[in-house]
C-alpha cells in the first residue's frame, strides 16, 4: 500500500551504496521481508557514479530509489560518495526512527522490530552488533580494523561511537545537528555533536547486521585505509582542533599501528578467538592499520580546518533552533 506523505512513519531505513548493485540487491532481499512498507519505508540513495544501482527498482518496487546528481566537476574520494549518499537518504526520510546500514552488511532476521524495540529506550543514539560473516584472514583483518569494538559477545551500555553500519537516530535528536549532515553525513561529527548538545550513545547488541564483504586485494585495502584515515583526521580537526591540537596529532600517529593493534588484540581475546586465528589475522591487520596512520598524518599535514560542522557552531545552531 502507498503510503500518503501525511503519515507517521515508524522507522526508516537508509541503505548506502558501497558495494554495488548485487550487495544492494542482497540487503534488499532480507529487509523487504521484515519491513512493513505501510509504516515504514526504506531508502536507497545513488548517483551518476551507481546509477545501474537503479535498475533494481523494478524488482524492489516498494522501495524508494532516490537519485541524487553530484554537483563534484571532479569524482570524490569514495568515503565522500557514500557519505553523500547517506545524506541524501537522511533528507528524505519521514520516519520517527531513523536508521542507517550499508550493502556490505546483511540485517538479522528481526533486524528492524529491534530497532523499534531499543528505541522504547530514552538514549537518541543507538547502535547495534557488528559480526563478521566471511571466514578469511583478510575479512578478519578488516573486521576488527573497523568493527572489532562492535562484535557479539557486547554488552548493552552507554559508548563513545558507533558505526554508521549499524545505527539508528531518534528523528527529533537528528535535526538538531542537521546542518552538519544537510550535504554530507560523518558519523564522527554528527555523533560528536549531538554529544555536544547533551545526547548519549548506546550500544544494544539486539540490533545486530553480518558484515559479509567480498574480499578485495591487499591493494585496494591499503588504498581505502589510507583515504579511511585522511577523513578521519579531517573530520577531527575540524570538530575543535586548532593549529597546536593538528602538530600534536600528527606527532602521535607514528605510534597509531601499534596502539590500534594492541585494540585489535583486545577484542580477538574478548571474543575468545584461537591462537591459530589470531596468528593469523594480525599480520595483515598491522599492514591495514598502518596505511590507516599514513591516511591519519596526511589529513592533519593538509586537511583544512572549517567552522562548518564545529562542535560550537552545532550548540549555537540548536540553541537557535530552541529559540524559534
Given at each position: 500500500m502507498p503510503i500518503s506523505d501525511s503519515q507517521t512513519l515508524s522507522l526508516s531505513v537508509v541503505v548506502t551504496v558501497v558495494g554495488g548493485k548485487e550487495l544492494v540487491a542482497r540487503c534488499l532481499n532480507?529487509?523487504?521481508?521484515?519491513?512493513?512498507?505501510?509504516?515504514?519505508?526504506v531508502i536507497?540513495?545513488?548517483?551518476?557514479?551507481?546509477?545501474?544501482?537503479?535498475?533494481?527498482?523494478?524488482?524492489?518496487?516498494?522501495v524508494q530509489f532516490h537519485y541524487t546528481p553530484s554537483d563534484c566537476e571532479v569524482r570524490p574520494i569514495e568515503h565522500?560518495?557514500?557519505?553523500?549518499?547517506?545524506?541524501?537518504?537522511?533528507?528524505?526520510?519521514?520516519?520517527?526512527?531513523?536508521?542507517?546500514?550499508?550493502?556490505?552488511?546483511?540485517?538479522?532476521?528481526?533486524?528492524?522490530?529491534?530497532?523499534?524495540?531499543c528505541h522504547e529506550q530514552d538514549y537518541p543514539i543507538i547502535g547495534g552488533a557488528i559480526d563478521n560473516e566471511v571466514d578469511h584472514p583478510l575479512n578478519w583483518a578488516l573486521y576488527y580494523c573497523d568493527f572489532?569494538?562492535?562484535?557479539?559477545?557486547?554488552?548493552?551500555?552507554?559508548?563513545k561511537y558507533a558505526s554508521d553500519v549499524n545505527i539508528a537516530y531518534k528523528r527529533d535528536a537528528l535535526n538538531q545537528v542537521r546542518?552538519?549532515?544537510?550535504?554530507?553525513?560523518q558519523e564522527t561529527s554528527v555523533n560528536w555533536g549531538l554529544q555536544a548538545l547533551g545526547k548519549k550513545i548506546?550500544?544494544?547488541?539486539?540490533?545486530?547486521?553480518?558484515?559479509?564483504?567480498?574480499?578485495?586485494?591487499?591493494?585496494?585495502?591499503?588504498?581505502?585505509?589510507?583515504?579511511?584515515?585522511?577523513?578521519?583526521?579531517?573530520?577531527?580537526?575540524?570538530?575543535?582542533?586548532?593549529?597546536?591540537?593538528?602538530?600534536?596529532?600528527?606527532?602521535?600517529t607514528p605510534f597509531l599501528p601499534l596502539l590500534l593493534l594492541a585494540?585489535?588484540?583486545?577484542?580477538?581475546?574478548?571474543?575468545?578467538?584461537?591462537?591459530?586465528?589470531?596468528?593469523?589475522?594480525?599480520?595483515w591487520a598491522s599492514l591495514l592499520l598502518f596505511g590507516w596512520a599514513i591516511g591519519?598524518?596526511?589529513?592533519?599535514v593538509f586537511g583544512a580546518v572549517s567552522d562548518k560542522g564545529s562542535v560550537t557552531q552545532i550548540i549555537t545552531d540548536a540553541q537557535e533552533c530552541q529559540r524559534t
Open positions: 532480507e529487509l523487504c521481508n521484515q519491513i512493513d512498507f505501510r509504516t515504514a519505508e536507497v540513495p545513488y548517483d551518476q557514479y551507481s546509477k545501474n544501482v537503479g535498475d533494481l527498482a523494478t524488482q524492489f518496487s516498494q565522500d560518495l557514500y557519505d553523500r549518499r547517506r545524506a541524501a537518504g537522511l533528507n528524505i526520510a519521514r520516519g520517527r526512527v531513523v536508521a542507517m546500514t550499508e550493502d556490505y552488511a546483511v540485517p538479522a532476521k528481526d533486524w528492524c522490530s529491534q530497532i523499534l524495540a572489532g569494538r562492535y562484535g557479539r559477545p557486547l554488552a548493552p551500555g552507554e559508548a546542518s552538519i549532515w544537510r550535504e554530507s553525513y548506546f550500544l544494544d547488541p539486539r540490533m545486530l547486521v553480518f558484515e559479509n564483504r567480498p574480499t578485495l586485494s591487499v591493494r585496494d585495502l591499503i588504498r581505502e585505509r589510507i583515504q579511511w584515515g585522511r577523513v578521519f583526521a579531517r573530520t577531527r580537526i575540524a570538530v575543535g582542533g586548532g593549529r597546536p591540537q593538528r602538530v600534536l596529532f600528527a606527532a602521535v585494540r585489535v588484540c583486545k577484542h580477538m581475546l574478548r571474543q575468545h578467538r584461537s591462537a591459530k586465528q589470531v596468528a593469523q589475522t594480525l599480520p591519519e598524518f596526511a589529513g592533519y
